[in-house]
C-alpha cells in the first residue's frame, strides 16, 4: 500500500488572481497571503535580475511570518531591446505598447523562489519566454484592447486570452510561465523539498 508523504504547508505569496489559479491546476491545497512590504518600484535591477529579486522579496517576507511552511513566491518582467517594460495600467498606454511591439520581439521573464521555512532552504528558477508580435494594424490592436482590456498585463496581451492572435511565434519551454507561474519548474522544486504534487491529496491537513 503505498504511503502519502507528510503534509507540508503550501503559502502562494501573491496577490495574483493568476498565479493563484494556476497552482489551483496541481490540485494540491494552499493558502495566499499578500506580501508584506515589497515595494517594485524601489528596485533598480535589469530584467533578469529584478524578476528573480523581487520573486525573492515576496518569498521571503512572507516567510517570515510562516514559521513551518513551504513558501512559493514569483514575479515577471519585460524587456524589448533590453529596455524595461512596465504593466500598462491604462487602455492609451496598452495602445502605445502594442504599437511599439507589432512586427518585434520581447522577452517575458518569469522569476520563482521557494524557500522551505523549516530549514531555510530556498530554490529558484528563471524562465524566459521570446513572444514575437505579427504586423498589427491600429484597428487591431484597438478592437483587442476593447475585447482584452490588457491593463493589467506586462506587454499589454492576455496570451490566454484574444492576445494569442496577436502573436506569430512563441518561443519557450513552459507555456504556463506565460501568465504567470511556471508549473514545470515549481512542481520539480517543490519535489526537491519532498512535496510529491502527484501524492498529496487535495484538501489534507
Known amino acids: ?36 512590504g515589497v515595494d517594485e518600484r524601489a528596485v533598480d535591477l535589469p530584467a533578469r535580475e529584478l524578476a528573480l529579486e523581487l520573486a525573492w522579496q515576496k518569498a521571503a517576507s512572507v516567510a ?38 507589432a512586427g518585434r520581439s520581447h522577452d517575458l521573464i518569469t522569476g520563482v523562489v521557494i524557500i522551505d521555512t523549516r530549514t531555510g532552504q530556498r530554490l529558484d528558477h528563471l524562465d524566459v519566454h521570446t513572444l514575437t508580435f505579427r504586423d498589427l494594424t491600429d484597428d487591431e490592436i484597438e478592437d ?34 506565460i501568465t504567470g507561474l511556471p508549473l514545470i519548474a515549481v512542481t520539480r522544486l517543490l519535489s526537491q523539498l519532498g512535496v510529491n504534487v502527484l501524492g498529496t491529496r487535495a484538501g489534507s491537513s
Open 64 to 101: 517570515a511570518v510562516e514559521p513551518d511552511a513551504i513558501v512559493i513566491g514569483s514575479d515577471q518582467t519585460a524587456s524589448v531591446d533590453g529596455e524595461l517594460q512596465v504593466k500598462p495600467e491604462t487602455r492609451e498606454n496598452a495602445s502605445a505598447q502594442l504599437r511599439r511591439l
Open 144 to 177: 483587442y484592447i476593447a475585447k482584452d482590456n490588457p491593463t493589467d498585463c506586462l506587454g499589454a496581451c492576455k496570451i490566454e486570452s484574444l492576445g494569442i492572435t496577436l502573436m506569430s511565434r512563441i518561443e519557450g519551454n513552459d507555456f504556463t510561465a
Open 1 to 36: 500500500m503505498s504511503q502519502h508523504p507528510e503534509f507540508r504547508r503550501i503559502v502562494l505569496a501573491s496577490t495574483s488572481r493568476y498565479r493563484r489559479e494556476l497552482l489551483s491546476r496541481l490540485h494540491i491545497p494552499f493558502d495566499v497571503r499578500a506580501p508584506i
